[in-house]
């Protein structure tokens, strides 16, 4: 019964990259380069997003590079050779928080990469000064912290509520602290092409849980936009089943609190406008058989209505 249903939805407003590639200015486009939540490094949270029509990406996070892009070129998501399209393609680095699931691609192939910028909260920035790019870590690509500083990465800090324009692309971003463990921070970037917008949420747990209020500010500020029929497309994080028990869920979402979090969001909509917005689960953490228990609970949770997008590594989204 889910196998009918799941395509409908996809197809709703989510299509094939190739096919829809220049229907409209409006929207963006999102290649996974991984997905997961943990176990296998050659998927782990990256995705590239770019206005709709544009090859000028930045990635949202970046656990996963140069594997994502290769299983990207397999289904012709992008076309090239992987290190070319990482060099010339991405233009820059949003990174939510310092956990390596979301890092490591970026520093494992810094070495083959271009110049260009790596945004985040002042504090997660500060991660990747202070622990990765030490020379004792790894060689500084970066322009602050240990010396020599060979100046590839230059650290672009995001003060939450300003808006900044993401360099090299036709996209400006509006970062966002969310508690991950509190007091742990990781950080929701919203992403901004003309009117159309974008959110993507790093990891992160649910207010009742984290005892903070993080996410009810998050969806405050957003909910206008989706009432204005402007947010196409909201990133968010499942990582266990409804079974793993609340002092375990170490700063994620399950099911259960990922529909009780939506809820809040859309009383602060109208349920017509919100039905508009595609919800792309993030972050689903292995083993398979924990995994298809998620989704599953995912699909069997969800309103009617609701548009649940599960991304693959490689497979091209176009979001309208
Ligand atoms: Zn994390
Ligand atoms: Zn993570």
Redesign the pocket.
């Known amino acids: 019964m889910f196998k009918k249903i799941l395509p409908a939805i996809i197809f709703f407003s989510v299509y094939a990259c190739n096919s829809w590639a220049q229907e409209t200015d409006k929207g963006f486009t999102v290649i996974p380069l991984g997905v997961k ?2 176990d296998d490094e050659s998927n782990l ?1 990256s995705y590239m997003i770019a206005p709709k029509g544009s090859d000028k990406y930045v990635c949202l996070d970046a ?1 996963t590079i140069n594997a994502g892009i290769q299983k990207a070129i397999d289904l012709k998501s992008l076309k090239g050779i992987s290190e070319e399209i990482q060099r010339r393609q991405i233009k820059g680095y949003l990174i939510s928080h310092g ?1 390596l ?2 890092l490591a691609g970026l520093i494992i192939n810094s070495p083959a990469d271009t110049a260009k910028n790596i945004y985040g909260l002042p504090s997660v920035l500060n991660i990747l000064r202070d622990k990765y790019f030490t020379w004792d870590a790894w060689a500084n690509f970066a322009n602050e912290g240990e010396k020599p500083q060979l100046k590839k990465y230059t650290y672009f800090p995001l003060l939450e509520g300003n808006t900044y324009p993401l360099e090299g692309t036709d996209m400006n971003v509006k970062a966002f602290e969310l508690s991950h463990g509190n007091p742990y921070k990781s950080t929701a970037f919203l992403i901004g092409h003309n009117d159309s917008y974008a959110l993507y949420l ?2 992160t747990g649910a207010d009742e849980i984290e005892k903070s209020d993080k996410l009810a500010k998050l969806w405050q500020n957003i909910a206008p936009l989706i009432t204005a029929g402007q947010l196409k497309a909201i990133f968010l994080e499942v990582s266990f089943p409804n079974e793993q028990p609340d002092k375990l869920l170490f700063g994620h979402l399950k099911p259960k609190l990922f529909f009780n979090e939506l809820s809040k969001l859309e009383a602060l909509t109208n349920e017509k406008a919100f039905k508009k917005v595609s919800f792309i689960i993030t ?1 689903v953490k292995p083993p398979q058989k924990t995994a298809e228990i998620v989704k599953r609970q995912l699909i069997s949770g969800k309103p009617k209505d609701l548009k649940l997008i599960f991304p693959e590594q490689g497979k091209c989204l176009t979001i309208n």
Request: hydrophobic share 0%; no cysteine.
């Open positions: 939540g943990g949270s656990g956990h699931d979301h790093g990891d972050h």
